[in-house]
Nanobody
Framework: QVQLVESGGGLVQAGGSLRLSCAGS????????MAWFRRAPGKEREFVAA????????TYADSVKGRFSISRDTSVNTVYLQMNDLKPEDTAVYYC?????????????????WGQGTQVTVSS
């Protein structure tokens, strides 16, 4: 059974930074790719960024390009999301997710395991 646990959320002022972590468990832990999604109040869950587990190839939503950076450390089964220059519109619950195959990274239904989420609040 795979489990994903996010951490690192919090309250930050606009222009600030946060780093989220997502630790995966389950032996052996593996993935085709890991991703971050977010859900703002009253909105649908949206794709933020993804990284392939073996090669580290990254994909970003246009809304976060140049501000967010996704990375992974396969030795500790952890994926990170470094968020810089945060804006109030980045306020959301952030989720990490695992996918077992390539396809459309933007589709939540193509991910098989999800974390419980971590709240990020950006004040203006």
């Amino acid at each position: 059974q795979v489990q994903l646990v996010e951490s690192g959320g919090g309250l930050v002022q606009a222009g600030g930074s946060l780093r989220l972590s997502c630790a995966g468990s389950g032996r052996p832990f593996s993935a085709y790719a890991m991703a971050w999604f977010r859900r703002a109040p009253g909105k649908e869950r949206e794709f933020v960024a993804a990284i392939t587990w073996r090669t580290g190839t990254t994909t970003y939503a246009d809304s976060v390009k140049g501000r967010f950076s996704i990375s992974r450390d396969t030795s500790v089964n952890t994926v990170y999301l470094q968020m810089n220059d945060l804006k109030p519109e980045d306020t959301a619950v952030y989720y990490c997710a695992r996918r077992w195959y390539s396809g459309d990274y933007y589709q939540p239904g193509e991910y098989d395991y999800w974390g419980q989420g971590t709240q990020v609040t950006v004040s203006s």
